[in-house]
């Protein structure tokens, strides 16, 4: 994290921008950051290996791709279940506090501050998709184990879509304020902007695109494979 501070009205000094934002009671992380990532990534891949693991036990044949697609879905309804979840529960506390999931929001904030100020947006938003996308993401994994394939792809076009309509509005709202009201909520520097803000979150306007499309395909055929029945 960075070390420059800036002092705002109510007087606690904190790294992050526009440098006059409020965030109340902060605190700087005191978990070496390469500890608090090495730590989040183990969590999210024992997540990720015991969905696969349930999945492959209730159904042994899984292909590949299925596996795959798991994986992806066990890691969204991590995110969002659990690190999301947690910011929807203690937003007003995460500036002061030392949790594991507290130090990753607050280096997380130096690329979007909204996430250490309360924004309304962030927090509605956030919890659309704890409630929705999160317990979906999983649904949709018990579709793929039990090879419910008509449900799976229902719920993989809506959970998809909601990815793709809520990346949308983040990086919207970060661009109309910043293009229209030269308002910045990301630091300057480039692992912050690029790195945080636009790397982190592309996986989201990019894997859904591609799972739409296999869902589509999947659909079609199935459309044409019923059309064909009928017409014997």
């Known amino acids: 994290m960075s070390s420059t501070p800036y002092s705002t009205l109510d007087g ?37 290996v015991l969905c696969i693991a349930v999945s492959k036990y209730v159904n042994p044949k899984l292909r590949r791709s299925d596996v795959a697609v798991i994986a992806w879905f066990a890691v969204c309804g991590f995110l969002h279940l659990f690190f999301e979840g947690y910011f929807v529960l203690n937003h007003k506390t995460i500036p002061g506090s030392q949790d594991l999931f507290a130090q990753l929001w607050k280096e997380y904030g130096l690329s979007d501050s909204r996430y250490l100020t309360a924004d ?57 304020v910043e293009r229209y009201q030269g308002l910045r909520y990301s630091r300057p520097e480039w692992v912050y902007y690029w790195g945080y803000y636009a790397g982190m979150n592309a996986p989201w306007g990019v894997v859904p695109v591609l799972l739409l499309w296999g869902s589509v395909k999947e659909i079609k055929r199935a459309f044409e494979d019923g059309a064909g029945r009928k017409n014997l």
Do not use: K
Not at 145 to 156: G, S, V, Y
């Open 120 to 176: 309304p947006f962030m927090i509605w938003i956030e919890t659309l998709t704890v409630l929705i996308w999160g317990p979906l993401s999983l649904l949709t994994i018990y579709f793929i184990a039990t090879e419910q394939t008509a449900l799976r792809h229902i719920t993989q076009v809506v959970v998809c879509i909601g990815h793709l309509y809520g990346v949308a509005l983040y990086y919207g709202t970060c661009h109309y």
């Open 12 to 48: 606690v000094s904190h790294p992050y921008y526009p440098v006059d934002a409020t965030v109340p009671f902060y605190v700087a992380n005191t978990t070496p950051l390469l500890t608090i990532l090495f730590s989040f990534a183990g969590l999210i891949a024992g997540f990720v």
